[in-house]
């Protein structure tokens, strides 16, 4: 499907669209298993959740619900996300393998129920791999590499020129431009 914007992949996954559903799935169950994580959610509980915000997305409408005008997407997912593990961690309570303090520990309190600064982070690090991930899709693999070996795993431009037997004014020209890109593509995906 490629890359496509929140608005335009919404209105796809409210219209049950297959495809749309499955970028859906690839762009957000990561970050939706990080914040199970950090309400404490073990593995399986994570799982369990990351099938429950699916489902509030694709069977119960949030998707086709959204509203740009009412609020960021990103506050929505989040809010999804916070009451489904709620939910999860309040059924653990009741069973008996735990007790209140330990089942509670989760449970967000009401400051952690307005935007956060880990949400936030996490936010952006999810914008940054989906965008990193499109980056890689869009340029020429030679850029691609220079970019990754100059900027992301720190090699000498000299080295990384000799390794991929290009100019060193071209590794500083892929960086430069993988940049700029990525920069554009985080922002448009933060958009919405």
């Known amino acids: 499907m490629g890359f496509t914007t929140r608005s335009s992949l919404l209105r796809l996954v409210g219209r049950n669209d297959e495809f749309a559903w499955r970028e859906f799935y ?27 915000v ?66 936030e982070d996490e936010w952006r690090e999810n914008l940054l791999r989906q965008a990193f991930a499109e980056l890689k899709a869009k340029i020429e693999p030679v850029n691609f590499q220079a970019f990754e070996l100059y900027a992301i795993k720190r090699w000498n431009p000299k080295d990384v020129a000799a390794f991929l037997g290009i100019a060193v004014a071209s590794v500083y020209l892929a960086k430069s431009r993988c940049i700029a890109a990525l920069g554009e593509m985080v922002a448009e995906l933060d958009e919405d």
């Open 26 to 52: 690839t762009k957000y169950s990561p970050l939706v298993r990080l914040r199970g994580r950090d309400h404490g959610l073990d593995l399986v509980a994570r799982e369990e959740l990351v099938q429950a």
């Open 54 to 119: 699916m489902l509030e997305f694709f069977k119960n409408g949030a998707a086709s619900r959204f509203d740009k005008e009412k609020g960021r997407f990103r506050d929505l997912l989040r809010t999804i996300v916070d009451r489904r593990s709620i939910d999860i961690l309040r059924k653990q309570w009741r069973t008996p393998k735990m007790c209140g303090a330990e089942a509670l520990r989760g449970i967000p309190s009401q400051e952690e129920n307005s935007p956060c600064q880990e949400w």
